[in-house]
């Protein structure tokens, strides 16, 4: 071979050397690209795995900051009442910087709350609620990216809303509104309590006001029909002891019978006004269950006889002595009781039977009257009602008698029935239960009084109305004593600063100055002597007032000559 063939090979060898590493240089390029490429996707994949996980962790916080919120304000609305501060703090908490970028609570409801008023917080000022919301539960506004919750009352009326501006879509969105729903729903049951317990406020505020009312309207009342009615059946009592002719006789028997009917009336209308207000109370304490029998036959024998009836009080040896419970409201069901049995018998009896069955005091009125059908015998008990009620009734009475007897049994857990058939006469059947007392009742009062005891004691008669000093000076005078007597609680005070008195029969509401507050001054400059209430009270509130201002006992009008005569008795020797 020669040297140009030889030459010729060379060249060759080196042109395939330059065109392979021609070729490996451009492949060498091209996967220089390619990883390059593969690089710029890696880190792009990087990034967004890194954006993905900050999303998430920032989801994740929102959600925990969420769940524990939804914990925390649960437990603040259910010890107190959302407040203003509350209020606005939770729309401060519930807006972030990515999801919620503005919250308002705004509450119109009641004046009676403060929390009234609009709360917000974020970038949003504007907060007008659609129309929409008025009729549905929550309205999404996507023009404005904002979430709208209505709140309403126990009575679905729209009392405020709830409203977020929110940046998410798909199920954060979805899981966002469901968080905003479960606020608005804490929020609207602790405004709903909350209207709940100022409305209760308010009637009990109005029921107090309203009792507070029947009680002075009772008092008043009490007052302005028991003092003219002193001055009545006192006047009466004291002409019974003068000489009269037989036509001024007459004429004061019926000035005293009209005057008891007026004061049974009276007593009558007073008892249920108090019962229907809750302000009677009983006084529970042992009493003479055979005295009290006594006293009803005493009671009863000349009105009986007047018609001439037949009328017997049996009392069993069966029943206890001794019994504990309400002695004064027990001898009123049996008065009205025994009153309405002679009072609708013509001809014939009455029996009344005192019994101890199934130790329950057993009480029973029989007549031979005109008895009451069935169908009418439901009307008896209700208030104002009585089987005849025509202008032509022959029988007088407001018909409370029988609703006073059934509510007094009530009140001391006993019963009330009736037997009764037209024609065949009633029997009325009371039961009370009642405790039985070991021993007997010792009486503090005394029964008979020696005025001689009496006698030159010196008393003071506060008193304003001339009526009612006349009597009671007229009624003193009878035992040997000359009061002196003043006009009201201020001469009271000023009199018994210079001169001293056995006792002060005091009247209650007087002008310038009232006995209470007389009483009242009196014990705080150190007065101990005797202080005696006159007064046409009988509630316990009153009475306990009385008690409260100093005073030592309490005679109730209208009064009696010998009740006045018991109290001084009592007080004086």
């Known amino acids: 071979m020669n040297s140009e063939q030889h030459i010729a090979l060379l060249q060759k060898k080196v042109n395939r050397e330059k065109a392979a590493r021609a ?7 091209v996967k220089s690209l390619e990883l390059y490429n593969a690089k710029l996707l890696i880190e792009e994949s990087v990034e967004k795995l890194q954006n993905k996980a900050n999303l998430d962790s920032e989801r994740l916080a929102y959600q925990t900051k969420i769940e524990t919120m939804l914990l925390s304000y649960g437990r603040r609305f259910l010890k107190q009442a959302p407040n203003a501060e509350v209020i606005q703090d939770l729309v401060q908490s519930l807006v972030d910087s990515n999801s919620v970028t503005a919250c308002c609570i705004h509450i119109f409801t009641e004046s009676q709350i403060e929390n009234s008023g609009q709360y917000d917080y974020g970038r949003r000022q504007n907060w007008l609620p659609p129309e929409q919301l008025k009729q549905d539960k929550h309205v999404w506004d996507n023009e404005e990216h904002t979430y709208w919750i209505a709140l309403r009352n126990s ?25 905003m729903a479960l606020f608005s729903e804490m929020l609207r049951s602790a405004i709903s309590r909350q209207i709940i317990l100022a409305n209760a406020i308010t009637a009990r505020k109005r029921a107090e006001n309203s009792e507070q009312a029947t009680r002075d309207f009772l008092a008043m009342i009490n007052h302005e029909l028991r003092t003219p009615l002193n001055g009545l059946l006192g006047t009466a009592e004291l002409l019974g002891d003068s000489p009269l002719n037989s036509d001024q006789t007459k004429l004061l028997t019926t000035l005293n019978h009209s005057g008891e009917l007026l004061r049974a009336i009276i007593n009558d209308l007073l008892d249920y006004s108090k019962i229907n207000a809750g302000m009677l109370e009983l006084t529970e304490k042992p009493f003479d269950s055979h005295l009290l029998a006594i006293k009803m036959q005493d009671i009863f024998n000349l009105r009986a006889s007047e018609k001439r009836l037949t009328f017997n009080f049996i009392c069993s040896p069966a029943v206890p002595k001794t019994l504990n419970g309400d002695e004064d409201r027990i001898k009123q069901i049996f008065v009205n009781l025994i009153s309405n049995a002679i009072k609708f018998t013509e001809q014939g009896s009455v029996v ?6 199934n ?4 009480f029973e009125v029989k007549d031979s009257g005109c008895g009451i059908s069935l169908s009418q015998q439901s009307k008896l008990f209700k208030p104002f009602s009585q089987v005849d009620i025509s202008s032509k009734r022959s029988h007088e009475g407001t018909g409370l008698g029988l609703a006073i007897c059934k509510q007094l049994t009530e009140q001391m857990h006993g019963t009330v029935r009736l037997e009764s058939e037209r024609n065949a006469g009633a029997t009325f059947i009371i039961e009370l239960p009642l405790v039985v ?13 020696n005025n001689k005891r009496l006698e030159n004691k010196t008393v003071l008669v506060v008193e304003d109305l001339k009526t009612n ?16 007597i003043v006009d009201n609680g201020a001469e009271a005070v000023d009199i018994l600063e210079q001169q001293s008195f056995d006792i002060v029969l005091m009247d209650c509401r007087m002008p310038i100055m009232d006995g209470y507050c007389a009483t009242r001054q009196l014990r705080s400059d150190n ?24 005073m030592n006992d309490i005679l109730c009008k209208p009064y009696q000559s010998v009740e006045l005569k018991s109290m001084l008795a009592k007080w004086c020797v």
């Open 23 to 29: 070729a490996a240089e451009k492949l060498l390029e």
């Open 155 to 179: 009575h679905n009326i729209l009392i405020g809303f709830l409203a977020a501006r929110i940046s998410a879509t798909g199920s954060w969105l979805e899981s966002i509104k469901k968080h």
């Open 352 to 357: 009344a039977l005192l019994d101890w069955r």
């Open 359 to 362: 130790d329950k005091l057993y």
């Open 437 to 449: 007392v070991e021993g007997e009742v010792i009486n503090s009062q005394p029964t008979h009084y």
């Open 469 to 484: 000093q006349m009597i009671i000076k007229l009624m003193l005078s009878k035992i040997g004593i000359c009061p002196v």
């Open 527 to 550: 007065y101990i002597k005797p202080i005696i209430a006159l007064t046409a009270g009988t509630t316990t509130a009153e009475r306990e007032e009385c008690l409260r201002a100093g």
